[in-house]
């Protein structure tokens, strides 16, 4: 999916894009990550498969009751900027946890979001010809057990939280919309809705 909208932004023939999904329960591990980080792929009644990604950072989880987006998004000509582009992300994540009354930051230790000393957004890009993709995970309401398999982010002391466990009841079409406005704001970008390729997620053109 990320693969052909990529080569299509690179010859100009499509948009930039913003993919908002779930996924099934995956294990997925960066270009950077020892494999000694996954720890276990069965936890109680799951067994949760491992899957070699080529975007940046470590192992992370990703499940039912996380949003994730992938941001296709053309950096051309600051194909440079890629730090630029993190941080773009992060404040999205921000914006979006503080119009529900939350207060975020970011850590020294790398890309993310935390509150009060708990990763709740996980982040891991890569950018091929100038243009970006992979993105980012919010932990809705996951279950948290399933980051015991791993060392998230290659961080053992490092615990994560949700949404849920904060005691937010969000659902997942509240989060998406309050991530859609945010993610207009701070890319300085107006969004239209295209035929979502699957019913996994939805698919949004960006105009910059």
């Known amino acids: 999916m990320q693969r052909q ?36 792929d069965s ?12 975007r940046g950072g470590r192992v992370t989880y990703h499940g039912p009751g996380q949003l994730i987006a992938y941001v296709l ?13 993190v941080e773009r992300l992060e404040s999205t994540v921000m914006l979006t946890l503080q119009r529900i009354g939350l207060h975020t930051s ?25 243009v970006t993709y992979h993105g980012l995970s919010i932990n809705r309401n996951p279950d948290l057990t399933c ?20 005691g937010c009841d969000l659902s997942r079409t509240e989060l998406e919309t309050l991530f859609i406005e945010s993610f207009s704001e701070v890319f300085h970008a107006e969004t239209f809705s295209e035929q979502p390729q699957s019913t996994a997620g939805t698919h949004k053109g960006v105009d910059q």
């Open 5 to 40: 909208r990529l080569d299509a932004i690179q010859s100009g023939s499509a948009p930039d894009t913003l993919y908002l999904l779930e996924h099934p329960h995956v294990y997925t591990v960066g270009k950077s990550a020892p494999h000694n980080e996954v720890l276990s």
């Open 43 to 54: 936890l109680d009644d799951k067994r949760i498969p491992t899957v070699e990604t080529d």
């Open 73 to 85: 998004w053309n950096l051309r000509p600051l194909t440079r900027d890629v730090r630029g582009h």
């Open 106 to 130: 970011r850590s020294s230790r790398g890309p993310g979001v935390w509150i009060n000393g708990r990763k709740i957004a996980a982040l891991g890009v890569r950018v091929r010809g100038g």
């Open 147 to 166: 980051y015991q398999g791993i060392i998230p982010c290659g961080m053992a002391d490092a615990p994560v939280t949700s949404l849920d466990d904060l």
